[in-house]
């Protein structure tokens, strides 16, 4: 990221100094869901968490997405809101983790999609689990 300094002169007399981040615009949308599908004959579909358990670790529940750049830097994250989530990028190739917390359970990543956000467009991402 570049950054810039303005500094305003009038005469002698400086009278703000301002950081400026020349950073790109984050005009590219990448929203998603949980889709949770399965049950007793017929089966439905769901857009909900999914949570599971696993001896000796516990449990985990999906509660977050974080987004990965090319570069392997953290570029967002965002809890979900009724397994919903929309986040603004930069124009980009990014890895969107599905990650869960438990008790005894921190950040673990349910899944992974790797998704091209371009500009002025919304790339939607589902996460999709298949339940007995």
Same mark, same amino acid.
């Given at each position: 990221?570049?950054?810039? $300094? *303005? !500094?305003? !002169?009038? +005469?002698?007399? $400086?009278?703000?100094?301002?950081? *400026? ?8 949308? *990448? ?11 017929? +089966? ?16 985990? $529940?999906?509660?977050?997405? =974080?987004? !990965?750049?090319?570069? +392997? ?21 990014? =890895?969107?983790?599905? *990650? ?14 790797? !998704? ?5 467009? =919304? $790339? ?9």
């Amino acid at each position: 990221m570049l950054l810039g $300094t *303005v !500094v305003l !002169v009038f +005469g002698a007399h $400086t009278v703000r100094s301002v950081a *400026v981040a020349n950073a790109p615009a984050r005009n590219a949308t *990448v929203a998603g869901y949980v889709q949770v599908c399965g049950g007793p004959a017929p +089966g439905r579909c769901f857009i909900e968490t999914i949570g599971f358990c696993q001896a000796p670790e516990g449990c985990v $529940t999906s509660d977050r997405v =974080t987004v !990965v750049g090319q570069a +392997g830097r953290l570029a967002a994250s965002q809890n979900l809101h009724h397994a919903r989530f929309r986040l603004r990028l930069a124009p980009g190739r990014y =890895t969107i983790e599905l *990650v869960g917390d438990g008790k005894h359970i921190h950040g673990r990543v349910m899944q992974r999609k790797t !998704v091209m956000a371009r500009s002025h467009r =919304t $790339t939607v991402v589902r996460f999709f689990f298949a339940v007995p």
